[in-house]
């Protein structure tokens, strides 16, 4: 097992916990649900392999989904957006960039990183939210558990990007 292997199992079980002791238990206003286990799959460098994004795409939603009590729901959510995830990632870095760049605000910007992962993060949730309620009707309370959903996971995101961002500035 490589190092690389060995940190992104680390990740894994550290968003696992995360979602599952914490966030899984944050409901506000019966609206607001930080599924904060996206940004793992937003993470994945450009040329990794894409079999292997797909793979760790399932494995987080199943584990979320035996954790949480959503049969399918997190991982037909997260695998899709995994199958996404590098075609749409080549869109936003340059042809001659490193092989192994990841996506993150030190290395695409503030606005760029934002136009990236805010699409992937709003198909999550839209994909998420219609499986786990499994109907149209009521639309509104879903449109709005899927906005706000949408944003206060962008927000997380965003937060914990500028909080590497200025740690990595400080050790430098």
Request: proline share 5%; aromatic share 16%; with cysteine.
């Amino acid at each position: 097992m490589n190092v690389d292997t060995l940190k992104r199992l680390g990740t894994f079980f550290i968003f696992l916990l995360a979602q599952v002791l914490v966030l899984g238990r944050i409901h506000l206003y019966g609206v607001v649900s930080p599924l904060l286990y996206i940004y793992f799959v937003l993470q994945f460098p450009h040329k990794y392999p894409k079999w292997a994004i797909l793979l760790w795409s399932f494995a987080m939603g199943l584990a979320i989904d035996v954790f949480q009590n959503t049969p399918g729901v997190a991982a037909a959510s997260l695998t899709l957006i995994g199958a996404i995830q590098p075609y749409y990632y080549e869109l936003f870095i340059s042809h001659d960039s490193m092989e192994g760049q990841k996506p993150s605000v030190k290395t695409m910007g503030m606005l760029k990183f934002a136009y990236y992962a805010t699409p992937l993060v709003l198909l999550f949730c839209l994909v998420f939210f219609t499986l786990d309620q499994f109907s149209f009707s009521n639309m509104p309370y879903k449109l709005l558990c899927i906005v706000s959903s949408t944003a206060v996971i962008l927000a997380l995101i965003l937060t914990f990007e500028l909080a590497k961002k200025n740690k990595q500035e400080r050790v430098i």
